[in-house]
């Protein structure tokens, strides 16, 4: 492996190791960390997490901040809001191209085994596999829409909204609702209707959201 290669494959690895510690909550909301602290952490040079800092910074989940180290960005209602109104608009835009584009049943194979997924993890209260699946149907959704602007767009806010799904996973009901929510949906575009599809994932998002900013709103995180 040249050095090149070998340099962005530490990068990688710890863009996701930086990632796993924010979301089990070993670098908290509002904690500062200096550079040094997180390579010794990860039993990395400084180069490799100086690198892994700033792809974290664009995808919202910690601010650089020069010669202080980072800033581990906190969790906020109001910015969930603003995130899931762009969401909304844009998935539900690619529910309707993907109805449009009159897949096989074989081409939206994907999206039927998350669906079933979720159903199986709700019937086995488990709630981290229904997780797992959702993100895999919206993932799945995105990109049958077929167009790339969204996907890069969406893709800049997965890891808040994943975030923000683990915080409140287990204050939440069960979602037996967005389950049907997402089966119906997924026969929306299975059958081609582009106008369904859209108007049922809408409603989808926007009940999501607001269920997730009334979670957040409780545990009094608003943006400072």
Excluded: C
């Excluded at 010669?67 to 969401?87: P, Q, T």
């Excluded at 993907?98 to 049943?105: C, K, M, P, Q």
């Excluded at 074989?106 to 199986?120: D, W, Y």
């Amino acid at each position: 492996m040249s050095v090149e290669a070998k340099s962005k494959s530490q990068s990688i690895r710890a863009v996701d190791a930086l990632r796993a510690l924010i979301f089990a909550g070993e670098l908290p909301p509002g904690s500062d960390h200096l550079e040094s602290e997180l390579a010794e952490k990860l039993g990395m040079s400084r180069t490799p997490v100086r690198e892994a800092t700033l792809v974290l910074e664009s995808q919202g989940l910690l601010e650089v901040r020069p010669r202080k180290g980072v800033r581990i960005s906190a969790l906020s209602a109001d910015d969930m809001r603003e995130i899931y109104e762009v969401l909304t608009e844009l998935e539900s835009l690619a529910a309707s191209l993907a109805a449009e584009a009159h897949y096989s049943e074989q081409e939206l194979s994907r999206l039927k085994s998350a669906t079933l997924e979720m159903e199986a993890s709700v019937a086995d209260n488990d709630r981290e596999g229904w997780a797992r699946a959702d993100a895999a149907f919206h993932d799945e959704l995105v990109r049958l829409g077929g167009n790339k602007r969204i996907q890069t767009i969406v893709s800049n806010f997965n890891d808040q909204v994943r975030r923000a799904r683990a915080l409140t996973l287990h204050m939440r009901p069960m979602p037996k609702k967005s389950n049907e929510d997402h089966r119906a949906l997924y026969e929306a575009i299975a059958r081609g209707d582009s106008k369904a599809a859209r108007q049922i994932h809408w409603m989808h998002r926007t009940e999501a959201k607001d269920m997730l900013i009334n979670l957040l709103n409780q545990h009094g995180l608003r943006r400072v």
